[in-house]
């Protein structure tokens, strides 16, 4: 079946760049995301990546996605302790989208 | 617009009763997604709606769960009855026709049942 996989924490040093991985296993996903969930809170958007791109550019992110490996990542430059959070990569696998499924999401830790 | 609407915000319950958990997605969106959200199994997508019907309710854990969706401003989760083991944290969202748009979700509700 369809799945999502990440590792489950990251800790870096405010300033450093983070890089979190994720890896899919539905070969015809059309988009694939990264959200972010502060504490407390849903999940809001960060960014997202159409299946037939290989990277995306946005600001401090960046997201690189390889579709031989099914794998995707996100880079974060420049990490703040504002950038404390978790991250879900997540697929949509159906043809319109509608349905995302999503890993268990990586805790980043930002050290001053 | 404010935002994706839950209620209640926590609801402390005990087995047995029945719970019910609301939404009011963002006017305008024509998609409705339900989650539930626990330590043990990450964010789990329960049912969701296009146009107020039920497209997809294979994450639906048992028949105790039932949602609806009667009209484009407002749906219900409902738990009936309640075990422990429904404890988590429920999150509503909704998006336009999706492709690439973003699902925004609400601020969720903290179920926990005694």
């Known amino acids: 079946g369809e799945d999502v996989e990440q590792s489950l924490f990251l800790s870096v040093r405010e300033g450093d760049s983070s890089v979190i991985n994720c890896t899919y296993t539905d070969s015809s996903s059309t988009y694939l995301y990264w959200y972010k969930q502060e504490p407390g809170a849903g999940l809001q958007l960060l960014t997202y990546?159409?299946?037939?791109?290989d990277m995306k550019q946005d600001q401090r992110l960046t997201v690189l996605l390889n579709k031989k490996d099914k794998h995707l990542s996100l880079r974060i430059a420049d990490t703040q302790t504002g950038d404390s959070a978790i991250y879900f990569c997540?697929?949509?696998?159906?043809?319109?989208?509608?349905?995302?499924?999503f890993g268990q999401g990586t805790e980043l830790s930002v050290k001053p | 617009d404010a935002g994706v609407i839950q209620s209640p915000r926590h609801e402390v319950t005990e087995m047995g009763q029945e719970v019910t958990l609301r939404c009011k997605p963002i006017s305008g969106h024509d998609y409705l997604f339900w989650y539930r959200q626990t330590m043990m199994r990450g964010l789990e997508l329960l049912i969701y709606?296009?146009?107020?019907?039920?497209?997809?309710d294979s994450g639906m854990p048992e028949d105790r769960f039932s949602a609806k969706m009667p009209n484009a401003s407002f749906s219900t989760l409902k738990i009936q009855p309640s075990e422990p083991r429904d404890s988590a944290v429920y999150f509503c969202a909704s998006s336009l026709s999706p492709g690439g748009n973003e699902q925004f979700f609400g601020p969720g509700t903290r179920l926990t049942v005694l």
């Open positions: 709606f296009n146009n107020n019907v039920p497209i997809d």
């Open positions: 997540a697929e949509s696998i159906d043809n319109q989208g509608g349905k995302l499924i």
């Open positions: 990546i159409f299946s037939n791109m």
